[in-house]
């Protein structure tokens, strides 16, 4: 049972590249998040879906966009990276909204 | 939206002694606050929760209190281990979780 995967774990980019960071959980949960750490200020929530089919906006949506591509995958896609997007990034992943949540490893994005 | 504020921002202890962290929230309508601990380089983990209906939920050496009048919560650690060291967040939400900025622990043996 893995749990939350992200894939990749580490990634250098360029200003202006795009990439896309992948989610995945094999819990069988409705919602998922993507949120990104930087240093002295917690988890910052980016975007959230709270079912298959839906995606929010959260704290810090801007410069990024999401996929809910089915109950399983959630997707994270910067189109025009900048150095002020480097950071740690987490997905997660609850039964429903306001339920425990579930963080992947993480992937640490560096942008040059 | 919801604001929450985290106390201390690190906390030294010695092995042994206990340690609290404290955080306040703005948004009296939230009603669930779970406690995060987050190893060096390492994804962060849930070790214990509360509901606003519940007052205090303890886990082994794990406590969590819950003040819905003041608006406010904490983390009690006992008996600490040097295995205690750790950034630990806490966090509030209705739906979505708001997190503190984050307590540094140093379990001093």
């Known amino acids: 049972n893995a749990g939350v995967t992200q894939t990749p774990k580490f990634q250098v980019l360029k200003t202006g590249q795009s990439m896309t960071l992948q989610c995945a959980q094999d819990?069988?949960?409705?919602?998922m998040y993507w949120y990104r750490q930087d240093p002295g200020m917690g988890l910052r929530l980016i975007y959230y879906?709270?079912?298959?089919?839906?995606?929010d906006k959260g704290e810090v949506p801007n410069g990024y966009n999401v996929s809910r591509l089915n109950k399983r995958e959630f997707s994270l896609r910067l189109e025009s990276a900048a150095p002020s997007q480097t950071s740690v990034y987490f997905c997660?992943?609850?039964?429903?909204?306001?339920?425990?949540?579930?963080f992947g490893d993480g992937t640490r994005l560096s942008i040059l | 939206g919801e604001n929450v504020e985290q106390h201390p921002s690190t906390l030294s202890v010695q092995e042994g002694d206990s340690a609290v962290i404290k955080c306040t929230y703005s948004?009296?309508?939230?009603?669930?606050f779970p406690w995060y601990k987050q190893e060096l380089g390492k994804r962060p983990q849930l070790i214990i929760d509360?509901?606003?209906?519940?007052g205090e939920k303890k886990d082994q050496r794990i406590a969590v209190t819950l003040n819905k009048t003041a608006k406010h919560f904490s983390l009690h650690i006992t008996e600490t281990q040097p295995e205690d060291s750790a950034v630990y967040f806490c966090?509030?939400?209705?739906?979505?979780?708001?997190f503190g900025a984050g307590t540094i622990l140093r379990v001093k043996s």
């Open positions: 997660a992943s609850s039964e429903e909204e306001g339920q425990p949540q579930h």
């Open positions: 819990m069988n949960h409705n919602s």
């Open positions: 879906s709270a079912s298959e089919g839906t995606t």
């Open positions: 948004d009296s309508a939230s009603n669930y």
């Open positions: 509360i509901r606003s209906n519940v």
């Open positions: 966090a509030a939400s209705i739906y979505k979780l708001v």
